[in-house]
C-alpha cells in the first residue's frame, strides 16, 4: 500500500498510482471530514501490537469500512469460547499470540489465502483480538483508531461482560464498533456503531460501559 495522510481530520489512503481518496466510513460513503481533535493523529500510527512486520500486504487487501473489515476477520478469526469450531491441543495455545504479526503469521502458514474465504481452522482468539485486527487494519489504511477496555451487557442479560471494542475516528467524531458480532444479528444494538451514551453507569442499557482509564495504560487502549 503507498503512503497515507491526514486530511481535514479524516483519513486519506494513497492506493499506489498517485491519487489519493479520502477514506468512506463504516457505511461505505465518503467523508466529509470536521476538523480532528488534538491528538487524533496519534492513532494512526502502528504500535508494536498492531504493528503487521511483513505481512503487511494482508492487511492492505482488506476492505476500508469496518464493516468489511469486520466481516473478513470473522473468517480468520474465532472465539476461543464459540463452541465446535474450536478444537484441542496446541491450538488453544493461539490466544497467547497478542501481536498482530504473530497471527498473521499463523494464518499464512496454515492457510494463506485471502480473507474472505472462510477458514476451517480459524485463529483461535478472544474478543481483544477481534478488536486489534480491525484496529491493526483500520491504521494500515490511515484511519486513527484504538482498542476499548469496557463491559457490554449486549452479550449476557443482566450481566456486563469484560469486553473490548474498537474505537475509530471517521472524520467527524470518534465510533465504538464490535467486530466481534455479525450486525446481521439481532443484538439489541448495532454493532458498528454502538451509542457513547453508554459511559454511565447504567449497565442495562445494552451498551458498552467504558472505564475512563487513561490512554497511556496498555491494557485500554492500544
Given amino acids: 500500500m503507498g503512503e497515507s495522510g491526514a486530511v481535514a481530520g479524516g483519513a486519506r489512503v494513497n492506493e499506489g498510482g498517485g491519487a489519493s481518496r479520502a477514506w468512506d466510513g463504516s457505511a461505505g460513503a465518503g467523508v466529509r471530514s470536521a476538523p480532528a481533535p488534538v491528538g487524533v493523529d496519534r492513532w494512526r500510527a502502528h504500535t508494536p501490537f498492531t504493528d503487521p512486520g511483513g505481512y503487511r500486504e494482508v492487511l492492505a487487501a482488506l476492505p476500508l469500512d469496518v464493516a468489511g473489515i469486520g466481516a473478513r476477520v470473522r473468517k480468520v478469526l474465532t472465539?476461543?469460547?464459540?463452541?465446535?469450531?474450536?478444537?484441542?491441543?496446541?491450538?488453544?495455545?493461539?490466544?497467547?499470540?497478542?501481536?498482530?504479526?504473530?497471527?498473521l503469521a499463523t494464518d499464512v502458514a496454515r492457510d494463506g489465502r485471502e480473507w474472505s474465504v472462510q477458514r476451517a481452522?480459524?485463529?483461535?482468539?478472544?474478543?481483544?483480538?477481534f478488536a486489534v485486527l480491525t484496529v491493526a487494519a483500520l491504521r494500515e489504511h490511515g484511519v486513527a483508531a484504538r482498542s476499548r477496555v469496557g463491559f457490554a451487557s449486549y452479550l449476557n442479560r443482566d450481566f456486563g461482560t469484560d469486553h473490548v471494542v474498537v474505537e475509530y475516528w471517521d472524520g467527524q467524531r470518534w465510533v465504538w464498533a464490535d467486530t466481534q458480532l455479525d450486525p446481521q444479528v439481532g443484538w439489541g444494538v448495532d454493532p458498528l456503531d454502538l451509542s457513547h451514551r453508554s459511559v454511565s453507569s447504567r449497565i442495562g442499557q445494552g451498551q458498552v460501559i467504558v472505564r475512563p482509564l487513561h490512554a497511556g495504560q496498555r491494557c485500554a487502549v492500544r
Wanted: charged share 30%; proline share 3%; with cysteine.
Fill in 79 to 103: 472465539h476461543y469460547r464459540s463452541g465446535g469450531l474450536v478444537g484441542v491441543g496446541e491450538r488453544w495455545e493461539e490466544i497467547d499470540h497478542r501481536w498482530v504479526e504473530a497471527m
Fill in 121 to 129: 481452522e480459524p485463529l483461535v482468539g478472544c474478543c481483544r483480538d
